[in-house]
């Protein structure tokens, strides 16, 4: 069983628009909770993290949220550009635990 | 980008022979991890370690061996290569994974590994 959920598994914008992507999980005791941006041949790179008294954070034209009760957080791109085409992948920390819970990434295209 | 270097970058190799991936860090960070990557399943944890000469596995570790005789240094082992070792490999370091400050978990560019 995953304890990351990630949705839509994929999703294809026009530039400019904006998306909102999901992600629901199941670990517990909670601790933090990551957002990555992944480029095609690349490693995964930090967008933002959230503990339990966090409610919202931004990157630039990226805003996470974080519902602790529900188990939810949402990633918002904002004004997409080309360059937004990526995989983002939500990850879970557990407090106590050395791992990391991965989400299986959403696929983000970009286009003109 | 953190300093975090993996090498090789790209490998192919036979079934049956040892491949060790190298992954060399320069931020002092106590936890390192590596995973593999795999189109439809996401990152998934193979070994990961706590400290020089301490380890663990992940939930995919069957075929691996991992070392860590420096801080700096982790590396990954494959003793008998199999075609369904073949995957995008990624070496990971983190200060504090579960901890109550936001510290980040960076990760490297990726091994190519293919085993034909």
């Known amino acids: 069983k995953n304890q990351v959920e990630q949705s839509p598994q994929s999703l294809i914008i026009l530039e400019g628009k904006n998306c909102t992507l999901q992600c629901n999980y199941t670990v517990s005791p909670f601790s933090n909770l990551r957002w990555y941006k992944q480029d095609t041949g690349r490693g995964p790179v930090s967008l933002t993290i959230m503990t339990f008294s966090e409610n919202t954070k931004s990157n630039g034209r990226y805003t996470a949220t974080l519902d602790a009760d529900t188990k939810q957080s949402s990633l918002h791109i904002t004004a997409s550009q080309l360059s937004d085409s990526a995989s983002y992948i939500c990850?879970?920390?557990?407090?106590?635990?050395?791992?990391?819970?991965f989400g299986k990434g959403n696929q983000v295209v970009v286009i003109p | 980008d953190a300093g975090i270097t993996q090498s090789p970058r790209h490998k192919v190799t036979e079934t049956g022979t040892p491949v060790t991936l190298r992954c060399h860090q320069t931020?002092?960070?106590?936890?390192m991890y590596w995973y593999r990557q795999d189109p439809g399943h996401g990152l998934r944890l193979i070994h990961y370690s706590y400290g020089v000469k301490d380890t663990d596995k992940g939930e995919v570790s069957d075929g691996y061996s991992v070392s860590r005789s420096k801080t700096e240094d982790f590396l990954l082992t494959l003793e008998s290569a199999t075609s369904s070792q073949t995957s995008v490999y990624f070496c990971?370091?983190?200060?504090?994974?579960?901890?109550?400050?936001?510290?980040?978990?960076?990760f490297g560019q990726g091994t190519r590994l293919t085993v034909v």
């Open positions: 990850v879970v920390s557990a407090k106590g635990n050395n791992r990391l819970a």
């Open positions: 931020e002092n960070h106590r936890y």
């Open positions: 990971a370091i983190s200060e504090f994974p579960d901890g109550p400050l936001n510290t980040e978990a960076f």
